[in-house]
């Protein structure tokens, strides 16, 4: 009883903050493949998934390249995140409870793509959604109009089922992608192509981090998945 009424006022405070999604995931069968001391997360066995929805006209602004608003919104997106993050830290440490805020938008590895962890992959282990062709986590309810943060904690929260979805028909993001990037089976998604478009972006002034958007934009909800494409 004690876990659950801390998943709510958890759950309850993310949204008040302005969190559109909220989820637990077990993370124990995964963390071996986080970026963090084996000593760090020896007992942190649970992770909370928190998105914050995206502007729909500033992501409808994007055709073939990001905008320099949707890299300022994009920024502060993360520093919204990473303020839940530390808020949700607090009070879980007030309850007694260890937790470690992973930084939104960190990446340690830029060829790769890769940070201390997937905030996608934790995110469709909460139930917020599925890993769709765009390598990106689809929600049924905002496509990928979202951005994700986590905080990894020992307090044994309940977790959330993942959801038994996928991309269906819809093949927006193949078609919009400028990079080539997007295949019909998303365990072909190329990596060095997306970070190839990404430095060219950059490269050329258009934003001053590693950053698109364009798949963000084409990828559809549930409802239009099904209700425009079945």
């Not at 069968?29 to 500033?58: C, M, N, Q, T």
């Amino acid at each position: 009883m004690e876990n659950r009424e801390l998943s709510k006022e958890l759950k309850t405070l993310a949204m008040d903050l302005g969190a559109a999604l909220f989820g637990v995931a077990d993370i124990a069968p995964v963390k071996k493949g986080f970026h963090f001391s084996d000593e760090i997360l020896k007992d942190l066995d649970y992770a909370i998934s928190i998105g914050i929805r995206l502007s729909d006209p500033i992501l409808d602004e994007i055709k073939d390249a990001p905008t320099s608003i949707y890299y300022h919104h994009y920024r502060q997106a993360n520093i919204e995140l990473d303020r839940m993050a530390f808020r949700l830290t607090g009070l879980m440490q007030r309850r007694g409870y260890k937790a470690l805020p992973v930084p939104a938008s960190q990446i340690i590895d830029w060829e790769k793509q890769k940070g201390h962890l997937s905030h996608k992959r934790i995110g469709e282990l909460a139930g917020l959604g599925f890993i769709g062709r765009n390598n990106l986590l689809v929600n049924p309810d905002l496509g990928s109009r979202f951005r994700l943060v986590t905080v990894l904690t020992n307090a044994p929260l309940e977790p959330d089922r993942p959801v038994d979805l996928n991309c269906g028909k819809c093949r927006a993001c193949i078609d919009a992608c400028p990079a080539g990037a997007i295949k019909e089976n998303k365990e072909d998604f190329d990596h060095i192509r997306c970070y190839e478009k990404l430095k060219e972006f950059r490269n050329k002034r258009i934003v001053n981090q590693f950053i698109c958007g364009v798949c963000v934009r084409a990828c559809k909800t549930h409802e239009q998945i099904h209700g425009h494409n079945s």
